[in-house]
């Protein structure tokens, strides 16, 4: 079992700011994207109802595959607009960047209209880290 701290790993830290650093989630109102920490969360990202229950969420917790969660800025951004095509390697490399740097890379939305996006996964010291951001959705 892998030692668990309850200070996330400076390291990954400073990857995922730097990977996640001036990229939004774009929906009607694009928010960043911020370094999320849970310690004592898992060796792996768990269910959607258990992960409601680490965050104290109120109401259903959903899970999204990653690759869905970044498919509008990568696959699917739209290749006439120029700025949008300027960052797409930078989604794909973030998107990358979470794959292979957590365990059981997860995303989870809970809430209506104001809906909280967290993509995390285990940081193999038996915490959970990612990023978060917030989607808004009328």
Avoid: K, W
């Amino acid at each position: 079992m892998s030692e668990s701290s309850t200070s996330p790993d400076a390291g990954l830290r400073e990857r995922l700011e730097r990977a996640a650093e001036g990229l939004t989630y774009g929906s009607e109102s694009d928010r960043p994207f911020e370094f999320f920490f849970l310690p004592g969360g898992g060796e792996r990202a768990p269910g959607a109802e258990a992960f409601g229950r680490l965050i104290g969420a109120e109401g259903r917790v959903e899970e999204r595959d990653l690759d869905d969660f970044f498919m509008r800025h990568a696959e699917t951004s739209d290749p006439y607009d120029t700025e949008a095509q300027a960052l797409r390697p930078r989604y794909e490399a973030l998107r990358e960047l979470l794959r292979t740097e957590l365990r059981g890379t997860t995303v989870y939305r809970t809430g209506r209209i104001e809906v909280q996006c967290y993509v995390v996964g285990g940081d193999g010291r038996g915490n959970l880290a990612g990023v978060r951001t917030v989607a808004i959705e009328t």
